[in-house]
């Protein structure tokens, strides 16, 4: 299995910019697909970012130019840079791992708040 803790979230101002962190342990070898997931009050939980094995990257339409989902595997982190940051940004961001052993799993994070306001 895989074990997920997320750092990171804040209070910023409308324009700041946050970074968030999740540090991955486990079977970590077992990962192929990474990603951030945000969800408001009163809202459905939905994908920010997603990076795969390979690097390769896929943003939200919302994050686009502003969001960049990177990893440092010999820290065992995944970042979301977040820029531009608007009031509607604010939810509990939750960091994700979907890997394969004997079998699929998907593995989740506690969650972070982030609160853009002035």
């Known amino acids: 299995q895989v074990q997920l803790v997320e750092s990171g979230g804040g209070l910023v101002q409308p324009g700041g910019s946050l970074t968030l962190s999740c540090t991955f342990s486990?079977?970590?070898?077992?990962?192929?697909?990474m990603g951030w997931f945000r969800q408001a009050p009163g809202t459905q939980r939905v994908l920010v970012a997603r990076?795969?094995?390979?690097?390769?990257?896929r943003y939200e339409d919302f994050a686009k130019g502003r969001f960049t989902i990177s990893r440092d595997n010999a820290k065992n982190t995944m970042y979301l840079q977040m820029n531009s940051l608007k009031p509607e940004d604010t939810a509990v961001y939750y960091c994700n791992a979907d890997y394969f052993d004997t079998e699929f799993g998907v593995s989740w994070g506690q969650g972070t708040q982030v609160t853009v306001s002035s």
């Open positions: 486990g079977s970590i070898s077992t990962i192929y697909a």
């Open positions: 990076i795969t094995r390979n690097d390769s990257t």
